[in-house]
């Protein structure tokens, strides 16, 4: 599958706002499903808690998917594009070291979705960990290795 030809203009007038939670799905590129190597997905996970630490955002709820990411998050102290680019580029090199890969790691690009405020993230929350579920990865959630949410 290739990518999205115009997947470099997702970026073009995207606003970014503290305090405000946002819904962002990153896809691995050429949907390599290198995370089914769980080893590999903990060196991601170990940036998204990387990113809670420094509080750059408030991590809410992730899953590792196969070939994607989902992550809701609440803005503090960077721009959707600062974490982004951070996070996709540290990933980036400590997987590529781990699996002695180059290159190219992710798709060009993110998918969000800001959050109203009036919108319960709740079940943006249910929806990211039941990811593995409607995949068929698993048979329960509690299966699955790489995912998590504040409220569990």
């Known amino acids: 599958m290739q990518e ?7 970026r073009q007038g995207r606003h970014s706002e503290k305090g405000r939670g946002y819904l962002i ?8 499903q290198i995370f089914t ?6 060196l991601l996970v170990t940036e998204f808690r990387r990113a809670h630490e ?3 955002v408030s991590s809410i709820a992730w899953v590792i998917m196969p070939d994607h990411f989902h992550w809701l998050v609440q803005l503090e102290q960077r721009s959707l594009a600062q974490l982004m680019q951070a996070i996709k580029s540290r990933s980036t090199l400590n997987i590529n070291r781990a699996s002695g ?3 190219s790691f992710w798709q060009t690009g993110y998918h969000d ?12 929350a249910r929806y990211i960990v039941a990811n593995p579920l409607r995949a068929g990865l698993v048979e329960k ?3 699955y290795p790489l995912w998590d949410a504040c409220w569990l």
């Open 37 to 42: 190597d769980w080893q590999l997905g903990r």
């Open 141 to 143: 959630i509690g299966d």
């Open 4 to 10: 999205r030809p115009n997947s470099h203009r997702l």
């Open 54 to 56: 420094q509080k750059w």
């Open 101 to 103: 890969t180059q290159g």
């Open 25 to 32: 799905t990153v896809v691995v590129h050429q949907r390599r």
């Open 113 to 124: 979705r800001a959050i109203r405020d009036d919108e319960d993230l709740r079940p943006f």
